[in-house]
């Protein structure tokens, strides 16, 4: 069974930066496509990055672009989120999930989800 288990989260002041991470099981991480989507109270879940199977291709919400990072290790089975220059509309609950094939973008691209990690920017 796929597990993704999220980390990382917290309160932040605007301006501040925040790592996520969020470590997979229970199918072979290298071969398959990782994201991150976060969704705000009252708001639709929305996509904010993602990165290829074996890293070398990534992809940016237009909101997020310049100032978060997506990363993997696929010797520890973990995919991250640098983010940095935060803004109070990155409040949110993060979520990470893994795709079926080695590249997704769009939210039915990926198969199996985290139960996600609150981050709270404050000014």
């Known amino acids: 069974q796929v597990q993704l288990v999220e980390s990382g989260g917290g309160l932040v002041q605007v301006g501040g930066s925040l790592r996520l991470s969020c470590a997979a099981s229970g199918r072979t991480f290298s071969r398959h496509a990782m994201g991150w989507f976060r969704q705000a109270p009252g708001k639709e879940r929305e996509f904010v990055a993602t990165?290829?199977?074996?890293?070398?291709?990534?992809y940016y919400a237009d909101s997020v672009k310049g100032r978060f990072t997506i990363s993997r290790d696929n010797a520890k089975n973990t995919v991250y989120l640098q983010m940095a220059s935060l803004k109070s509309e990155d409040t949110a609950v993060y979520f990470c999930?893994?795709?079926?094939?080695?590249?997704?973008?769009?939210?039915?691209?990926?198969?199996?989800w985290g139960q996600g990690t609150q981050v709270t920017v404050s000014s």
């Open positions: 999930a893994t795709g079926p094939r080695g590249w997704a973008i769009g939210i039915s691209d990926f198969d199996y």
């Open positions: 990165i290829s199977a074996s890293g070398g291709s990534t």
